[in-house]
């Protein structure tokens, strides 16, 4: 049994149905990332779990005991939430202290938790600092010390890195996932960021219209989207639709309404004519000025260029029309091309993903 269950799980509002979970599990130990689209019923799912919403139906366990109809403070849980929610009338260490005092520990135990904490986020000797003294990444770390003061056995995050900004962002990913392996914390984490997800989760859960629409390791979940929703959510993708020329020994052969011959792998039975969309990540694409070894393999022209620094995005047009983006690293002078540059736009079949609609 995982350390966290749902199973057919609903929350209706008036008539809409915000969430409808059939069946899902957080394992004991692990990073767990609920990512989708606003509105998707991630943030949903997350509240069903703290109990701060009711679901309609369907049943929640937590460490194998039957929670949704308990209060939030009896289910052994530690929140943080995207505005922190710190008390900018108490200082850091009364921040921290808080959960303790309710529980009325002693005075020198509630010390020495404090002081525990403080040190394993990084705060020492912060404790007599107001809220409104400290930067973003200060606050966050506070308000994470504050959530696991009390022991809980399971964390919930809802969005906390979205006030900072990109650089803080990072930096405090890699510092949140150093302190919950410290801790070793059941961890259940929201995030509409998808790089976020993958940096930081050992499973992800892609949500969209109240419903699990894949789940599984980051790079599973990347590489093998399941369906065209995913694949454009979960970084970005050229789709190419088409249909089934051939299809033997799990190589297939889609042509374009353009004229395009593609090819991909796949073991689905797919007959001939049958309508298909195929992905092609980005990173996938490989650009040249000679034509390389390759089935998958189009003249195209840079029409546009984006420069991100650490990487190059080309926007082609191949000579049939079809639009497609190539990101390439950033090797410095004399590796670029210019923009109406005509160069080979390739790719392997095995990165032509076919996708379910």
């Given amino acids: 049994m995982s350390y966290v269950e749902l199973e057919g799980v609903t929350k209706l509002y008036g008539e809409t149905r915000a969430l409808d979970v059939e069946r899902l599990g957080i394992e004991e130990g692990e990073f767990f990332a609920l990512v989708g689209p606003s509105g998707s019923g991630k943030t949903t799912l997350l509240r069903l779990i703290a109990g701060f919403t009711e679901p309609t139906s369907g049943t929640i366990l937590i460490a194998g005991k039957t929670v949704q109809h308990l209060p939030p403070y009896k289910r052994d849980i530690g929140m943080v939430f995207q505005n922190y929610a710190l008390f900018p009338h108490m200082s850091v260490y009364e921040n921290v202290a808080f959960g303790l005092k309710v529980r009325h520990l002693p005075q020198a135990e509630t010390e020495a938790r404090v002081k525990e904490l403080l040190d394993l986020v990084r705060l020492p000797g912060m404790e007599a600092r107001r809220p409104q003294q400290l930067s973003g990444g200060q606050q966050q770390r506070v308000a994470l010390a504050r959530s696991l003061v009390t022991r809980p056995r399971l964390l919930l995050l809802d969005e906390p890195l979205g006030a900072l900004d990109k650089k803080l962002r990072t930096a405090m990913q890699v510092e949140l996932r150093q302190i919950q ?130 990487s190059i995005t080309y926007h082609l047009k191949l000579s049939e029309g079809t639009p497609l983006i190539s990101f390439d690293r950033n090797e410095g002078a004399g590796h670029t091309y210019a923009i109406g540059t005509r160069v080979v736009a390739a790719w392997d079949e095995e990165n032509s993903l076919v996708m379910q609609d």
């Fill in 181 to 310: 392996r410290e801790v070793g914390i059941t961890t259940a984490f929201v995030t509409h960021d998808q790089e976020e997800a993958l940096t930081l989760s050992d499973r992800i859960a892609v949500i969209n219209e109240g419903k699990v629409v894949q789940l599984g390791p980051p790079a599973d979940v990347y590489e093998h989207p399941a369906t065209r929703f995913v694949a454009d959510f979960l970084g970005q993708s050229n789709f190419i639709s088409g249909s089934v020329l051939s299809h033997e020994a799990g190589r297939l052969r889609v042509s374009t309404p353009t004229g395009l011959h593609v090819f991909a792998r796949s073991d689905r039975a797919l007959p001939a004519n049958a309508n298909v969309t195929l992905a092609v990540r980005p990173e996938k694409i490989r650009l040249s000025t000679a034509r390389p070894e390759s089935a998958n393999a189009f003249v195209a022209e840079i029409v546009h260029i984006v420069y991100l620094g650490t």
